[in-house]
């Protein structure tokens, strides 16, 4: 049967994802043993045969999923994406087509396994990563791939590679993937570049499959594009391998997202807190907790996810800088998780002193730092605010009367009091409570 985009059922394949708004990124495997970060393997053009030996070695003694997913609950993430397979072959799980995997290491553990069961007790949503890339793989090809490890060495060539083998294998893979490990809610591919993406990966025959073994799951945009690039969906032309949603890495849209008609897109801003995806022990370059805080609401402004990356040290430990930054984040949303879970643009211009979050007719003000004198609520209508309140302890924030705005009848003032210091220097949330649940200008 023909491919039909149903924008009815897409849209509530993905109600339950924009409503999440935060996830966690967890980038693990052989490569956490280098430390150097998860393309290790080709960055330093590392042979197969000196990198596979990582597996000999591979057994995490402190990988304690259940801490992993705790820590997860306790951040605030609503749905957790950990890498069954990255380009370096070596798969978390145990696949039938290959040996390069976790349950052949001395660790002899389905990882993936644990993770979903893990994720699925504290009730976060399970995502896979999957990468389509296999530098491991024999028919993965050598010649003309800029990313390959022994890309450029003479002595490699693609003589007896069959790429259409390789992709049977991968095609197997994910079909192990949506076959093994229970409901899967987010397949997260990694990535398409040069000639390789969408049929280059038979991408409609995988999609089929996918489709067929788990009809819900929401897919990324990686089949297609890779970090850059939106895909088929944002071009209003969806291919049968579309993605449901964009995947901007290490940035923030400037201004969201929209398909080619003006649409708003569903898109996802995956960001590592240091500078690595996979465990790089010399990186310490962290983003302080409060920054990561912002970078969500600024995501949500506009209308978009935030997948935050932990890169697990070869014991299965979180970098202490990592588990640090999760906790105060956790802390941050335990007090205004309602500005952020199911909210998105406020469709009023952003104020210079933070930014709008809206969830019908509930406006919040995310105030990153304080003004001189009472606080302008730009944009909104005196007659359609009900009532103003500090977010985090439910306290009331009178509307001004101070004659120091009179120059600005027009605009409604909030008084904070006479304390400059905000109760909360990363983020102090009002919550404007609208007799209106549409944007009053
Ligand atoms: C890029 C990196 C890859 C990482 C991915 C996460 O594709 O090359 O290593 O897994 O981003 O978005």
Redesign the pocket.
Known sequence: MPFRFSREAYECRVAWYTQARFGM?L?WGLYAIPARG??VRSVERIPSEVYDRYMREFNPKDCDMRRWMAAAKGAGARYAVL?AK??DGFCLFDSAYTDFKSTNSPAGRDFVREFVEAAREFDIRVGL?F?LIDWHHPDFPHCGDRNRPMRGDAGFSDEGRDFGRYLDFMHAQVRELCSNYGKLDILWF??SYDGLRGEAWRGTELMKMVRALQPDVVVNN?LEV??EGLGSLAACAPTPYHGDFV?P?QIAPLDGLCDAQGTPLVWES?ITMNNH??YCAGDHFYKPAPMLIRKLVECVSKGGNLLL?VGPDAQGRFPKESFEALNRIGEWLGENGESVYGCGPSGLPKPEYGRFTRNGDRLYVHIFENTLGPLPLFGLDREDIVAVRRLADGSEVPISTSWVHSGYPDIVFADLGPDPVLPDLTDTVLEVRLRSGAPTN
């Open positions: 990124f980038h998860e393309w890498t990255h380009h990563y990468s990694d990535f990686r890779s970090g995947t890495e995956c995806w996979g990356n």
